[in-house]
């Protein structure tokens, strides 16, 4: 075959009210660790927990994740907080059982509640409404999984070429 590499990026979508729980988060921060140095002391340890949890909150809440498909296989890495990287899976295309959008009928019975097989499921789309996103059924270490990934046209015409009899178009 020929060598190739295609790289895609897909941030996810913040979450509603999120912005609100962190300014709250912040605030009560705040108020605790005023208590803590007009008050009592014993005001500080929430205060300081508080903060604490905010930047755990912040790194992971944003969430993204980088598809790497090069020469038949297929690497999905979470990026936590624009900051730290994560490889979650390492796939080898040639173990794909079928790659269709979500309500092709190619992947009916691997759906949660009307499909007759149960897999486990690992999502890693954008929640963006205007984006389809494609699930994957595919081995990994001996067991079948089921990726919902938000594929690039580029990605799905180059999985078709190898594997035309696996790849579903929306």
Do not use: C
């Not at 755990?56 to 020469?71: G, L, T, V």
Request: charged share 30%; hydrophobic share 40%; glycine share 4%.
């Amino acid at each position: 075959m020929y060598d190739y590499r295609i790289v895609e990026q897909v941030s996810r979508k913040k979450k509603h009210m999120s912005g609100a729980l962190r300014k709250v988060m912040v605030i009560f921060a705040a108020i605790f660790v005023l208590m803590g140095i007009t008050i009592s002391q014993a005001f500080m340890l929430p205060g300081f927990l508080l903060a604490l949890l905010y930047f755990a909150y912040d790194i992971f809440s944003q969430r993204d994740y980088e598809y790497i498909m090069e020469n038949g296989q297929l690497t999905i890495d979470v990026i936590y907080g624009k900051k730290y990287r994560k490889t979650a899976h390492v796939l080898k295309l040639e173990e794909m059982e079928v790659t269709a959008p979500h309500y092709h009928e190619k992947v009916a019975k691997y759906k949660k509640n009307t499909g007759t097989e149960k897999l486990k499921k690992y999502d890693y789309t954008s929640y963006e409404d205007d984006v389809p996103y494609y699930t994957m059924i595919i081995q990994e270490d001996g067991r079948k999984i089921k990726l919902l990934l938000d594929l690039t046209e580029e990605m799905l015409h180059t999985m078709k070429t190898q594997f035309p009899e696996r790849v579903y178009f929306a």
